[in-house]
């Protein structure tokens, strides 16, 4: 959507004609109308800002950046879902959220790559970055941390902790092992007396330590998630399974045929053949 459009847009929500947002925003109709057909398409940022203030929006959801990014944006979600099925962690974060929350992360998350310096030197805009769909995996991270963190489950609290640990993994594993030598100069020699120089690093007994501690406690804590996965309480599968019951197509001619309370057996039979089979 050009600026155009999206400003018509919410000019007609709000019921104003083009006198009255011009009013509004200290300019003429003309401008308005001008700025609606596409004939003035790069205001000024004074402009985009009373704009943005006035229908409380942002200001790149007035100049139609937002759209590009939602286009992008989804364009990675896609292809995400298609990798990740539903009984996977990433599956369930990318699932989790409705379309509200869902559009707002996106964008979010694309604002955040177009920030990252290595991705702006290598990507000069939306249109180069909808080519890299290696890109996505950005995406997945982003939904996979909210995910963990806001759903308080134990694969999320397993899950957090062993990314954790396998940062400090990398960290010992790619620490700097090799000796270095650092020259002091002679102003320095009244703090340190005659040494010239000292020699730096770590003792590699030490990383491997470190390393074999850390990996022993991923393995304990992989074994903790097996033993301790999630096991649905009935009352949370009632209330999933009631909310999926009542969006489908069907509900509203299955309610005028069934009571309410065939459709609740019908939901408990359900539950219970869930529990069964986790069983």
């Known amino acids: 959507m050009t600026f155009g459009e999206r400003l018509k847009e919410l000019r007609v929500k709000k019921g104003w ?14 401008a308005i109308n001008k700025y609606e057909k596409g004939l003035i398409k790069n205001p000024k940022d004074k402009t985009i800002n009373k704009l943005a203030k006035l229908f409380n929006v942002s ?7 937002e759209d590009e990014k939602l286009n992008v944006g989804y364009l990675y979600f896609d292809i995400l879902l298609k990798k990740y099925s539903e009984n996977t962690q990433e599956g369930k974060a990318l699932r989790y959220f409705n379309k509200d929350q869902r559009e707002k992360m996106l964008i979010s998350q694309i604002d955040n790559i177009l920030k990252s310096q290595h991705i702006q030197k290598e990507y000069q805009d939306l249109k180069s970055m909808a080519d890299k769909l290696e890109l996505a995996e950005m995406v997945n991270d982003y939904f996979s941390d909210i ?21 400090i993994e990398e960290l010992a594993n790619n620490y700097n092992i090799y000796k270095t030598k650092r020259n002091f100069e002679n102003n320095d020699l009244d703090i340190i ?24 406690i991923i393995s304990e804590i992989e074994k903790l998630k097996k033993d301790l996965a999630d096991n649905p ?3 949370g599968l ?14 509203k001619i299955i309610n005028e045929i ?8 019908e939901i408990e039979d359900m539950i219970n053949t869930i529990k069964n089979k986790g069983d």
């Not at 999933?240 to 019951?245: A, F, L, Q, R, S």
């Open 59 to 65: 200001p790149s959801y007035i100049r139609g950046y």
């Open 238 to 251: 009632s209330i999933v399974i009631k909310d999926k019951y009542y969006q489908t197509i069907n509900y």
């Open 147 to 167: 995910y963990m963190n806001e759903v308080k489950t134990n694969n999320n609290l397993t899950d957090l902790v062993l990314s954790e640990l396998y940062g």
């Open 258 to 265: 069934k009571t309410d309370e065939e459709i609740n057996m």
């Open 193 to 216: 007396g005659s040494v010239k120089e000292i020699e730096l690093g770590i003792d590699s007994s030490l990383q491997e330590k470190i390393l074999l501690l850390t990996s022993q």
């Open 233 to 235: 309480s009935r009352k």
């Open 17 to 30: 004609t083009q006198e009255q947002l011009g009013e509004k925003i200290g300019v003429q109709k003309a």
